[in-house]
């Protein structure tokens, strides 16, 4: 199974701060990569496809980008409603496995 | 509005059963592949299982494989989860996603496996 490390688990930032998450994947899956974001109580929401692309409607200061097996999500300056948990996501093969998630608070 | 649309959660017993479903509307259903993920309280998130948009496609993750029956009815733009020989660890809420990217899910349905 591939692993996804996601760092770091938790975080805290202020709104305007520039904030990136890093996603490693155990061994290549080319750049079959999604992040989500999840808030309390709520379904996760599809951020970033494929590494690099902003999916429909997702605003434009959330974007990702990818090193080899590394993978990075970056928020360029965060808003209120960012604050939330977000996830990593591994779609080259099954089973399609997840980062442990990193929690974004607010500082 | 493109929807998903969970249900069939509950309280069951361990060794018990259960079917979910999830309802699809505003997309061609059966043009699209289908994942059922979990999360456990308080936990991250859990790819359980896969089917094609055929249904001739099937994968689970390993804890599930032989209890777990993934299913479509494409005429009926549903998708479903049979659960058998549920153990205290797949209590979760399962949500629905369409396509490997998971850019559509759904509101997510509850499953609490206790004595």
């Known amino acids: 199974d591939i692993q996804m490390t996601q760092s770091p688990s938790s975080l805290s930032a202020s709104v305007g701060d520039r904030v990136t998450i890093t996603c490693r994947a155990s061994?290549?899956?080319?750049?079959?990569l999604n992040w989500y974001q999840q808030k309390p109580g709520k379904a996760p929401k599809l951020l970033i496809y494929a590494a690099s692309s902003l999916q429909s409607g997702v605003p434009s200061r959330f974007s990702g980008s990818r090193s080899g097996t590394d993978f990075t999500l970056t928020i360029s300056s965060l808003q209120p409603e960012d604050f939330a948990t977000y996830y990593c996501q591994q779609s080259s093969s099954t089973p399609y496995t997840f980062g442990q998630g990193t929690k974004l608070e607010i500082k | 509005e493109v929807q998903l649309v969970e249900s069939g959660g509950g309280l069951v017993q361990p060794g018990g059963s259960l079917r979910l479903s999830c309802a699809a509307s505003g997309f061609t259903f059966s043009n699209y592949e289908m994942n059922w993920v979990r999360q456990a309280p308080g936990k991250g998130l859990e790819w359980v299982s896969y089917?094609?948009?055929?249904?001739?496609?099937?994968y689970y993750v390993d804890s599930v494989k032989g209890r777990f029956t993934i299913s479509r009815d494409n005429a009926k733009n549903s998708l479903y989860l049979q659960m058998n020989s549920l153990r205290a660890e797949d209590s979760a809420v399962y949500y629905c996603a369409s396509t490997t990217r998971m850019d559509v899910w759904g509101q997510g349905t509850t499953v609490t496996v206790s004595s």
């Open positions: 061994q290549s899956i080319s750049s079959y």
């Open positions: 089917i094609s948009s055929s249904g001739s496609t099937i």
